[in-house]
């Protein structure tokens, strides 16, 4: 098994900051990448960010200068500090890692429960 938990979504008034957290567990060969997508009800899950091994960084241009995705390669876990919050931010933040259980295995992405960011007054 390969778990995926997220912590740090809540409620900020625009202009705050939160800082995401997902920690990766389980059956793990290597990790090639972890990363951020979001989610609002009635469209697509979109990309957010992305951090792979060497530290290699992909940003969606609507987060560009504001969030910024960083990871800790011993413990598996990456974190999504959030700046400059919009209204339009607010959504379903889903953790993703992109991993190998074993050394033959194929890649494959999985998926956290999500956690909810709300940006609002």
């Known amino acids: 098994q390969v778990q995926l938990v997220e912590s740090g979504g809540g409620l900020v008034q625009p202009g705050g900051s939160l800082r995401l957290s997902c920690a990766a567990s389980g059956s793990i060969f290597v990790i090639n990448a972890m990363g951020w997508y979001r989610q609002t009800p009635g469209k697509e899950r979109e990309f957010v960010a992305q951090i792979s091994n060497g530290d290699r960084l992909n940003y969606a241009n609507f987060v560009k200068g504001r969030f910024s995705i960083s990871r800790d390669n011993a413990k598996n876990t990456v974190h999504l500090q959030m700046n400059s919050l919009k209204p339009e931010d607010t959504a379903v933040y889903y953790c993703?890692?992109?991993?190998?259980?074993?050394?033959?295995?194929?890649?494959?992405?999985?998926w956290g429960q999500g956690t909810q960011v709300t940006v609002s007054s």
């Open positions: 993703s890692a992109d991993a190998r259980r074993t050394p033959y295995s194929a890649t494959h992405l999985y």
